[in-house]
């Protein structure tokens, strides 16, 4: 096989034992070694390339959670606050007011022939709007009266409708679910609070679904990950064990040796609320697992334990919500949560727990101790994913008991002022993603951006990380910066860790996946208020070169 050389500016490994070098020498996909030219050509006769001669390479961005609805949700009219680029490098812009946002729905709305056909959007938060913080049924009945529309918030949590939709699925206000929003009067305002009530608007609903698994989505989904350096993105929220004629889609896409993206897909095994038999689910995963390809990995398991914080639907300990209304949903009951569980711990399944609120991740911490007394698994490496409002007893159990942490460090940007003024409270929103605690008290941790939620880029999760500092300039717990090589660690060898891909991907080192991201600038030396816009040229994966779009 042919050994390729290719020549850098600085190569920065990840790897402790070799932490930096100017060559990586590559065959047949894996790593030889990294040094200097010197070091690394005694493997024999090589090509050297020096495309990259100018820039930085450091291991491929290991995205630990994200969703094709990064990709999906972008097929939809986009109506998100901020602006949200797209996989052809183009940017569709934010919508600032409700006005703007009525006057977008009422473009969307001409657009379509049917008149029978919903109008389905995405990417909406009301929290942004403080003057008028609810959107309900009656704004966007001013778009239309007849039309039934469907506004897929931000977090994935709630939606909104308008009377139309209401009446198009039957709901109302005797309907006995939880999540249906009231006004003061008991009247459905159109608000629609985690999956049972959002799944009373079936047919918007497969929309959204129908989004999230075309073949265009899954080719946009790799090419947003290329653009922003990432070779190994999650898709943790998958059900691709439900949908075969899906999961046979991506095994052929992913299959593709032009196709720029390595996919951990970690299954929900049911949708909340559902009937499940969690042994046989389990046994399906384990076959799922073990059906895995170089480019479509099933190393483990979802579970969602409740909602959003800003949302309002998250779990969250005494004293509760700072102000607003506390619409906190348990998405699990308690004491089957360890009926749940057990059968994909015992069978060496990695589980991933949502858990938005810190009394959620109470539930996810008791639970896996219990599994661990019956069943120990010293290296079972089971994730508290988003974990914002972790508590330092928290973190320090935690750490006894070997589970990662996955913080969602985007939360500091996205929503660092609302959580400060509206949500959590000053004290708490400082301690909102605590990494440097998590270092003190040895837990590993990754960082995210939960993409669609907010865009998919490791570079903006470790300026996040970094610099903790919101829209409005406020930093928010000095004290819990972390430095940029930390933050480097958490979006590579630390998120690999996290998922039992370690001893493959996450550094540069002999014998691992020629796996790496292509940098205009180096992270650790640029200023840290810069890591953000550093360029990407692009990402090679094992050993094939992708090229971002422009």
Not at 535 to 545: D, F, P
Request: charged content about 20%; some cysteine; aromatic content about 8%.
């Amino acid at each position: 096989m042919t050994i390729t050389i290719y020549q850098a500016r600085k190569i920065l490994t990840m790897n402790p034992a070799n932490p930096a070098g100017t060559h990586i020498a590559v065959r047949d996909g894996l790593i030889l070694g990294v040094g200097s030219l010197d070091e690394v050509a005694g493997w024999g006769d090589y090509e050297l390339d020096d495309t990259f001669k100018d820039h930085v390479i450091v291991p491929g961005f290991v995205e630990a959670h994200a969703h094709i609805m990064a990709a999906g949700i972008m097929q939809l009219p986009y109506v998100g606050f901020f602006d949200r680029k797209l996989a052809d490098g183009a940017t569709a812009p934010g919508i600032k007011s409700y006005d703007a946002l009525i006057t977008k729905l009422q473009e969307e709305d001409q657009k379509l022939e049917d008149p029978n056909a919903p109008l389905v959007a995405g990417g909406f938060d009301p929290i942004y709007f403080p003057d008028e913080p609810r959107l309900t049924r009656q704004h966007l009945d001013q778009v239309s009266s007849t039309r039934a529309i469907y506004l897929h918030h931000a977090s994935g949590h709630l939606a909104t409708v308008n009377t139309a939709m209401l009446a198009r699925n039957n709901v109302t206000k005797d309907l006995k679910i939880q999540g249906l929003g009231r006004d003061s009067d008991g009247d459905l305002d159109g608000e629609l609070r985690e999956p049972p009530a959002m799944g009373t608007c079936k047919d918007a609903m497969r929309i959204v679904h129908f989004a999230n698994s075309t073949e265009s989505a899954l080719r946009d989904f790799g090419a947003m990950a290329r653009n922003a350096g990432i070779t190994t993105c999650t898709d943790l929220a998958g059900q691709a064990i439900l949908a075969p004629k899906v999961l046979t889609m991506w095994r052929t896409i992913t299959a593709e040796d032009a196709y720029p993206l390595r996919i951990a897909q970690y299954n929900i095994p049911a949708i909340p609320g559902s009937e499940t038999n969690f042994e046989s689910v389990a046994d399906q995963f384990v076959d799922l697992k073990n059906s895995a390809s170089e480019k479509l990995r099933f190393p483990g398991v979802k579970f969602v334990l409740d909602g959003s914080i800003q949302g309002f639907s998250a779990l969250i300990k005494e004293p509760r919500y700072f102000s607003g209304e506390d619409h906190g949903q348990l998405l699990t009951v308690p004491d089957q949560f360890l009926d749940w569980l057990r059968p994909f711990h015992n069978r060496g399944l990695n589980v991933h727990m949502h858990c938005n609120g810190n009394l959620t991740q109470d539930l996810a911490i008791e639970t896996v101790e219990k599994v661990l007394r019956e069943d120990p698994w010293l290296d079972h490496r089971h994730t508290i994913t988003h974990a914002q409002l972790t508590t330092q007893a928290q973190l320090r159990k935690m750490a006894k008991l070997g589970l990662c942490a996955n913080f969602f460090s985007n939360h500091l940007w996205y929503w660092g002022d609302q959580h400060y003024a509206i949500t959590v409270g000053p004290e708490r929103a400082n301690a909102l993603e605590p990494c440097a605690s998590a270092i003190r008290e040895g837990v590993s941790f990754s960082v995210h951006s939960d993409a669609g939620v907010t865009p998919l880029g490791s570079l903006h999760t470790m300026w996040c990380a970094v610099n903790r500092v919101t829209p409005t300039g406020r930093i928010l717990g000095e004290v819990e910066k972390i430095t940029p090589y930390e933050a480097l660690k958490a979006v590579t060898i630390s998120a690999a860790y996290q998922m039992h891909l370690d001893d493959e991907i996450g550094s540069l080192e002999a014998g691992k996946k020629a796996d790496f991201a292509v940098l205009e600038e180096d992270p650790l030396s640029v200023d840290p208020m810069a890591i953000k816009d550093i360029g990407v040229w692009g990402t090679v994966l094992v050993g094939r070169k992708n090229q971002a779009s422009a």
